[in-house]
Nanobody, 126 residues
Framework: QVQLVESGGGLVQAGGSLRLSCAAS????????MGWFRQAPGKEREFVGA????????YYSDSAKGRFTISRDNTKNTVYLQMNSLKAEDTAVYYC???????????????????WGQGTQVTVSS
């Protein structure tokens, strides 16, 4: 089992920045990739981006590309989501998720992730 805990959410003005953290514990050696998703009120949970746990290669949705950056610190078992130039439409609950090593392919769909954090609220005021 892998446990994930997000932190760093909050209220920020449009144009501002925020960095989310996701700390992993448990069987972290079994992680293949870590992903970030978000869910706005009344909408489906959507993929933001992902990072391969060991290799560090990153993948982004079109809405995140150029504004968001995912990084990881394997010594701390932590993944980060740096969000810049935030917009009101970025307001959502942000979740981190982990894929087991058996997956072998970075996914962009919810069902492709095996472990989830509890989420952290990000509110961008316009």
């Amino acid at each position: 089992q892998v446990q994930l805990v997000e932190s760093g959410g909050g209220l920020v003005q449009a144009g501002g920045s925020l960095r989310l953290s996701c700390a992993a514990s448990g069987r972290t050696f079994s992680i293949y990739a870590m992903g970030w998703f978000r869910q706005a009120p009344g909408k489906e949970r959507e993929f933001v981006g992902a990072i391969i746990w060991r290799g560090g290669m990153t993948y982004y949705s079109d809405s995140a590309k150029g504004r968001f950056t995912i990084s990881r610190d394997n010594t701390k078992n932590t993944v980060y989501l740096q969000m810049n130039s935030l917009k009101a439409e970025d307001t959502a609950v942000y979740y981190c998720a982990a894929q087991r090593s058996t997956r072998r392919t970075v996914g962009a769909a919810k069902y492709e992730y095996d472990y989830w954090g509890q989420g952290t609220q990000v509110t961008v005021s316009s």
